[in-house]
T-cell receptor
């Protein structure tokens, strides 16, 4: 167990709706990254949050947005859901610390399975 | 786009045998990490190897890294049925993201 939690576990939405997914980072970690994993594929980076600001973004449209809170937990919001948004959404926490070195070791939560009908 | 590509895509072995998975990548890296995923659940971090390291061990796992060939291998010795999972390599090229391959699906027959 990594200590990273995500909610909900499963979610079913219809096309055009909006969804919010939540993540609590591991104790001592201050950075949260979100990934989308389609069936049979590896995870794809969506974005990362550090100090409550977006700290890097992958090739995802603006309808994918996020937040990070002072306790380092995070939300992923997706607007105007499309069928292709059906996937496992993974949250990963890590420690960004100049003293710890740039090794970016990320620890993943169990994921939220989103189905868009 | 996928940075790392694992080979083979699927592997079936008997319990007790060794399993070897390979990963190739395209650009220079800071480090390479291996993860395990059971049945579409969360990823479990297995091992991180830095770009200046050539080999690393953790229990029954042995990872090698050849930066000149831009490749890595993961060896699982004396496999168990519980090792059945998908295995992913992920590269960190000093950016914010880890870039994953499409994974190797390992089936260990009891």
């Amino acid at each position: 167990e990594t200590g990273v939690t995500q909610s909900p576990t499963h979610l079913i939405k219809t096309r055009g709706q909006q969804v919010t997914l939540r993540c609590s980072s591991q104790s001592g970690h201050n950075t949260v990254s979100w990934y989308q994993q389609a069936l049979g594929q590896g995870p794809q980076f969506i974005f990362q949050y550090y100090r409550e600001e977006e700290n890097g973004r992958g090739n995802f449209p603006p309808r994918f947005s996020g937040l990070q809170f002072p306790n380092y937990s995070s939300e992923l919001n997706v607007n105007a859901l499309e069928l292709d948004d059906s996937a496992l959404y993974l949250c990963a926490s890590s420690l960004t610390d100049g003293l710890a070195g740039p090794y970016n070791e990320q620890f993943f939560g169990p994921g939220t399975r989103l189905t868009v009908l | 786009s996928q940075q790392g590509e694992e080979d083979p895509q699927a592997l079936s072995i008997q319990e007790g045998e060794n399993a070897t998975m390979n990963c190739s990548y395209k650009t220079s890296i800071n480090n390479l990490q291996w993860y395990r995923q059971n049945s579409g659940r969360g990823l479990v971090h297995l091992i991180l190897i830095r770009s200046n390291e050539r080999e690393k061990h953790s229990g029954r796992l042995r990872v090698t890294l050849d930066t000149s060939k831009k490749s890595s291998s993961l060896l699982i010795t004396a496999s168990r049925a519980a090792d059945t999972a998908s295995y992913f390599c992920a590269t960190d090229n000093w950016g914010r993201a880890l870039t994953f391959g499409s994974g190797t699906r390992l089936q260990v027959q009891p």
